[in-house]
């Protein structure tokens, strides 16, 4: 079947009253298509989401450890992890991986009551924080459009046509990433999930 090379677009913005993260839904090995309706969005806590383009497995298996990990934060200190700690703890624990790399590209997302955050995370551990973020196979093409028209305190709606702009954009010219977009928006109002067609 060849080299396997994972495919995804998944983005990330932080406008004014929080962050939006988007996915589109394909799984694809190579050139075969293995899913059209997965979930590459996860929440993690009410303020915290991430979006990850990789092996499915990986993915998996970092949003368990995260998942448990926010938890046992909050069970110990009954406070709430932070999205720029949570970052931290997943560079540590891909750095830990290294020699046996979880293939994955990461964007998490998450807000607190006067900050907003995104970061992107390689393979290896990397932490890179931004405004906006994209990774996966599509990440040339959605960070074309997030540069371009990306501002500073954008609107809720504003923000999301940005990401849905994005994502569409990277579908149309990237064939590993496809079959409609999931978004998760976390604000002060609660976190949302929407769907929308590619």
Do not use: C, W
């Not at 703890?89 to 979880?102: D, G, K, Q, V």
């Not at 393979?123 to 960070?143: C, M, N, P, R």
Request: proline share 3%.
């Amino acid at each position: 079947m060849g080299e396997y090379v994972p495919g995804a677009t998944v983005v990330g913005l932080v406008y004014s009253d929080g962050v939006i993260l988007g996915a589109d839904r394909r799984a694809a090995y190579g050139t075969f298509i293995i899913g059209k309706s997965v979930k590459k969005i996860f929440q993690v806590t009410p303020k915290i989401g991430l979006a990850s383009a990789g092996l499915i497995s990986d993915v998996q298996t970092i949003v368990r450890e995260l998942n448990y990990h926010a938890r046992m934060f909050q069970y110990n200190t009954s406070r709430e992890i932070t999205a720029k700690a949570l970052s931290k703890l997943l560079s540590n624990i891909l750095f830990a991986n290294r020699l046996y790399p979880l293939i994955t590209q990461t964007v998490i997302g998450g807000f607190t009551f006067n900050t907003h955050g995104i970061y992107v995370l390689d393979a290896l551990g990397s932490v890179i924080e931004d405004k906006y973020a994209a990774a996966g196979s599509g990440t040339e093409i959605a960070l074309g459009i997030l540069e371009a028209e990306y501002r500073e305190g954008m609107s809720r709606d504003d923000a999301k046509q940005l990401v849905l702009k994005a994502i569409r954009t990277a579908l149309q010219r990237d064939s590993a990433s496809g079959n409609g977009i999931d978004l998760l928006i976390l604000d002060r109002s609660g976190p949302a999930e929407e769907n929308y067609p590619g």
